[in-house]
């Protein structure tokens, strides 16, 4: 457990700092052992980088785009990682992010590799951003490494954004529509084929069948709604756990026209921008695409990357030798890394090649949410419609015959 202390040195002069040990009677005896007596000991509480990033209590992509710069920053104008963690202390009261930099702080404070910290949360940190700190430590590139992450976490994050504000509409009418279907067959649809049935007039055929699906449904809503969420977050929990839900939602996806070309274009941009931070890190060719496999997203590019760095590179053949053995990729990705590789600048092109398709992807988000929106309408007009025309036909034979 990691302590934070207080305590007063033999002049009387103050000073602060953390330990590590197994209960507060081991603090206490470093504290005696460096004549410092004690004012005031307190545990750090560690927080769950991981599960609180889901309520807001994490480190999130804002916070490592700060941290980054920041840390670049500081690295710039002459300061020592150490001195720039303690800065770095005073300015942040988010508790996930301090507990993080007191465990950085004390890992550099007994001599350990700095990239340590980032590796013991897997779940906050990328495989890529930790590699990419690991190599730059070892080149001692760590400040252009940093300036490169902040630049490359704010275009991810700038994509997320985009992806998340193009849902937001489509969800909107999503919910609308389940709650007026809600509302028309818990509440309306009973009452208007509980007149029916009680005057003996037979509605129509397609007002029988939806009559008949409203009073099921409006019967059994509290056992189908909750059965339906659980079923909902279940699917979720398997797609995002587990590697046959992995597999299944690629093929869902790359099924559909729009949604396919922006899934594989996305992952391409993620394969360029990381392989080119990476290589600019100086991380070897053959772990720089191994890792960029583990961000592409895609089974498909994530087996033939691993393909080009086990059975390609390991093997002898050149970069584009190995890439042009692949398939799942397209032409002019192969041909440009071919031809830069021979020209001795891959990274600057496949940062040119990242950029390109995040252009693309940011124009087919425009265009799916062009395709969805009226989609989404088309669909409550349609359900609406149904039910309407259901209730009103019989009503107005009903009504003709007196």
Do not use: C
Request: charged letters at 20%.
């Amino acid at each position: 457990m990691l302590f934070h202390y207080v305590a007063a040195d033999v002049q009387g002069a103050m000073t602060e700092g953390d330990y590590e040990a197994d209960a507060l009677s081991d603090v206490l005896r470093f504290l005696g052992s460096k004549q410092l007596s004690p004012v005031s000991v307190k545990p750090i509480e560690k927080v769950d980088l991981g599960i609180r990033g889901y309520f807001g209590g994490g480190i999130n992509t804002s916070d490592k785009v700060f941290l980054t710069k920041y840390l670049a920053l500081m690295l710039r104008v002459g300061t020592d990682l150490l001195s720039a963690v303690n800065i770095l202390l005073d300015d942040f009261d988010k508790p996930a992010v301090r507990n993080f930099l007191l465990e950085v702080r004390d890992n550099l404070g007994k001599g350990k590799p700095f990239y340590e910290a980032f590796a013991h949360y897997p779940r906050v940190f990328s495989p890529t951003m930790i590699s990419l700190i690991k190599a730059a430590e070892s080149s001692g590139n760590l400040q252009k490494t940093f300036e490169d992450l902040s630049v490359s976490l704010e275009k991810d994050a700038e994509i997320q954004s985009k992806i998340r504000s193009a849902m937001i509409y489509p969800i909107i009418l999503l919910v609308i529509a389940a709650a007026i279907l809600t509302f028309l067959v818990t509440f309306a649809l009973p009452k208007v084929a509980g007149v029916f049935t009680q005057s003996g007039i037979k509605p129509p055929w397609f007002s029988q069948i939806v009559f008949t699906v409203g009073l099921f449904l409006g019967a059994n809503i509290y056992i189908i709604l909750p059965s339906l969420l659980i079923g909902i977050a279940a699917l979720v929990w398997v797609v995002i756990k587990t590697e046959t839900g992995k597999k299944l939602f690629d093929r869902v996806l790359t099924s559909l026209p729009v949604i396919r070309t922006t899934y594989h274009e996305l992952a391409i941009q993620r394969m360029a921008s990381t392989m080119s931070l990476l290589m600019r890190a100086g991380l070897p060719i053959v772990q720089t695409i191994t890792v960029a496999a583990d961000t592409v997203g895609v089974g498909e590019y994530r087996d033939a990357l691993l393909r080009v760095a086990n059975e390609g590179l390991s093997k002898g053949l050149t970069i584009g030798e190995a890439f042009r053995r692949e398939t799942a990729f397209p032409k002019m990705v192969t041909n440009l890394i071919a031809i830069s590789e021979r020209a001795g600048h891959l990274d600057e092109v496949l940062a040119t090649l990242a950029d390109f398709y995040q252009a693309n992807v940011d124009g087919n988000i425009k265009a799916l949410v062009s395709l969805l929106e009226p989609a989404m309408l088309l669909v409550m007009g349609v359900m609406v419609g149904v039910i309407a025309l259901s209730i009103i036909v019989p009503i107005y034979q009903l009504t003709t015959q007196f």
